[in-house]
């Protein structure tokens, strides 16, 4: 199956900083990417989902100014989030969608664990 | 409100038992996916259904997709503890819209396979 990497796989940050998550897809092409964030014993809620080349699209309740989203290149995503506070601990999941395929299917990247103290 | 419901939440059972968790909704899914998730790693996909009434077996696991592809169940035969894990299943193209990849989830199953 396709691939999906994060990195970096955890990280602590002090609050009012500001941490970057890349997501890659390792062996296609990936026009649109989304991320999701998990809390403990939770499923995964939709944040947003990130178009190559152009703004992403968030979803209700999202701050789009706190979660800043690039997708500067058809294999690479970033998620920023700025000035981050202890409620921004979660675990960041990203994912990609490989069309190539039929059905079409849909990988998650290993997630990254942000900490914020 | 939920779209997809998941049941049951939890489930603990024996190794070596069978067990059957359901993934219901009152909107159409152009198709649905199944994932397991292991603590502190991302989901990983185990099927995708697009078909209403398709069935489709996974080794010990076995996947439908409900006639009118607003449900879904997921069958393990004779579980076991390697079987243990988040169980979620998430839908694509709500109310039959076609596949954007924003995938709406389920609130998982936890099952717990027990020696």
């Known amino acids: 199956g396709a691939v999906v990497s994060q990195h970096p796989s955890w990280v602590i940050c002090k609050s009012g900083t500001s941490v970057k998550i890349e997501c890659r897809s390792l062996?296609?092409?990936?026009?649109?990417m989304f991320w999701y964030r998990q809390f403990p014993k939770q499923s995964l809620m939709l944040m947003a989902t990130?178009?190559?080349?152009?703004?992403?699209?968030?979803e209700q309740g999202v701050e789009k100014d706190k979660f800043l989203i690039n997708h500067a290149s058809l294999t690479l995503s970033t998620l920023t989030v700025t000035s981050a506070h202890p409620e921004d601990s979660s675990f960041y999941i990203c994912?990609?969608?490989?069309?190539?395929?039929?059905?079409?299917?849909?990988?998650f990247g290993p997630g990254t664990r942000l900490t914020v103290t | 409100t939920q779209l997809l419901e998941q049941s049951p939440q939890f489930l603990s059972i024996q190794e070596g038992e069978n067990l059957t968790v359901y993934c219901n909704s009152s909107s159409v899914f152009s198709s649905l996916q199944w994932y397991r998730q292991e603590p502190g790693e991302g989901p990983v996909l185990l099927v995708t259904v697009v078909t209403g009434g398709e069935v489709k077996k996974l080794k010990r696991l076995t996947f439908q997709f409900g006639d009118a592809r607003k449900d879904s169940s997921l069958h393990i035969t004779a579980a076991q503890t390697g079987d243990t894990g988040l169980y979620l299943c998430a839908g694509d193209g709500i109310h039959g819209s076609g596949n954007t990849g924003k995938l709406i989830f389920g609130q998982g199953t936890t099952l717990q396979v027990k020696p």
């Open positions: 990130s178009n190559e080349g152009s703004k992403a699209t968030y």
């Open positions: 994912s990609a969608r490989d069309w190539s395929g039929d059905p079409y299917e849909q990988y």
């Open positions: 062996d296609f092409q990936a026009t649109t």
